[in-house]
Each structure stands twice: as C-alpha cells, then as structure tokens.
C-alpha cells in the first residue's frame, strides 16, 4: 500500500537507528536528517530503500513496538515483554473496554489503545498531571487519542465517572491493593485484572488481596528475556540483559 500524506513513518539506516517523520509529499524537516524532499517517498513501497544525501534508509510504518520505544519518556515505561503478556493474559482485544492505574509516559497505555482500537477505550486513571500530559501527547503522536481518555485522581479514592463497566483493569502503581476496593465495582464479573508490581514484598501484597476479593485465576510471574548475538561462526547469548522488570499478578472476578 502507497504511503498517505499524514502518516508517521520512521527511516531507518543499515545501523537500525530510526528517524520519525510525519509524511509530507513536500519540502519538510525529518528529525536528525533536516530538510528532505518529501516527494521522493510518494511512490515507495514499505521497507523499500530511499538515499538521503548519499546515505541509504529503508522506510517503514510502525508497529506497537516501535510506537513504544520512541516515546517521549518520564516515568519508566513497561517494556514490550511486560506489555505483551499482559495484553495476553488479561485477553485484550479490538472493542475492550479497559481502566488503567498510571499513566507515566504512557507506555502501557499506547499498548492497550492499539489493542483496543477502532472500537474499544481505553481510561487512565493518575494523579500527576504532568504524566498525564506527556501521556497524551504520546498518545497523539501515534494517532491513538481518539479511543483515549483520562481522569485526574487518586485511584485508591477517587470517583471514577464511567458508565460501563470494563472488561480489564490494569494497576502500574506501588499499591494496587490500597485501590482494589475501591475500582472492582468498575470490572465486570469474569473481566481480567493485572497489577504490575517490582518488588516481590508488593506482588505478595495483592495476590493476598485478590484472594481475599474472592477473584480466581491468581497467578505471579516474572518475563525473563535474553537476546541472542548470532554472528558468522558464533552464536552466543547477548551479555546485556535487563535483568529485572517488574512481577505481572493477574486475577479474574468472580460473579
Ligand atoms: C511507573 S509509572 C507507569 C508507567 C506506565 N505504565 C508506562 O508504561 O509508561 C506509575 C504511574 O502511576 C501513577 N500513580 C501511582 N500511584 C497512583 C495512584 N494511587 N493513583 C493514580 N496514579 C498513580 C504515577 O504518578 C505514575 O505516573
């Protein structure tokens, strides 16, 4: 498919670092690149080679895991491994209805709108609202605000103001079992519920809440994932690694 003026496209050279772009067919500035002629990518296919002043970039369209890594960030995001198996366990898809705790810089978030999109929404719910701004604004970037929306709260107090009830609530905030009591009634019965915890002190914390919440399906676990370094003759695990992100506790609720 040809590439649309308006799109967010990113080059990305034979080293794989990316320069983002909102496409225009006309003279425009690219980030790192400065001025280009727009008009040498109308007629492109994706992942086909462009020259820019003597260098040579393939040009792509995003997926969910470059919307994430190229989010202007605050607070830490969850990574890809975190925000794919919660996507996964807590069964989100094309129409859902989820509440989140914690915008941050709104990693998870640009994660369960793509998940949601066209149909479904997404509310965050967060106390700072600087967060909550960058979070829009990284939201908007990637064209996902419009199935978006935020309060501005305490999630272990607050009056959340929805009319539905959601199909997964989603906790990135230190203790999500100070707020359960009072976002549970906004899950449906059999909706998923995730916290994401880093200490193993906080997971044991709402793992016994969910439990005394009469919610089923209780399950703790950690993603460890290590790269690969594939070289001609050699082929070893990478030496870096992130060695620790955060548990992931799901639950589901009972009726
Ligand atoms: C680690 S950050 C979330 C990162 C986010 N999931 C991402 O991927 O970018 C935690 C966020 O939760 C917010 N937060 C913590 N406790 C909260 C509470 N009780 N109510 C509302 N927001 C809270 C913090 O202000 C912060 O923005």
Redesign the pocket.
Known sequence: MSFQEGELVYLEDAGGKRSWMKLSFGMMKVQSLGAVDGSKFRDLEEGEKVTIVGRDYRIFRPGVLELMESLDRG????SAKDAATILMHCDIKAGDKVIE?????????TALLHAVAPTGQVLT????EE?AVR?GKNVSRVGLHKYWSYQI????DMDVDVDWKADALTM???DPWL?LGNLEGHLRSGGRLCAYVPNMNQAESIVNALREHGYVDVHALENMQRGLEVHPGGVRPSFEMLGHTGYLIFARKTA
Do not use: C, H, K
Not at 75 to 78: K, L, M, T
């Open positions: 607070a830490q995001i969850i705790v914690g915008a941050g810089s709104g990693g998870l978030t719910l967060e106390f700072r967060n979070a709260g305490d999630a272990r990135d905030m230190p707020a």
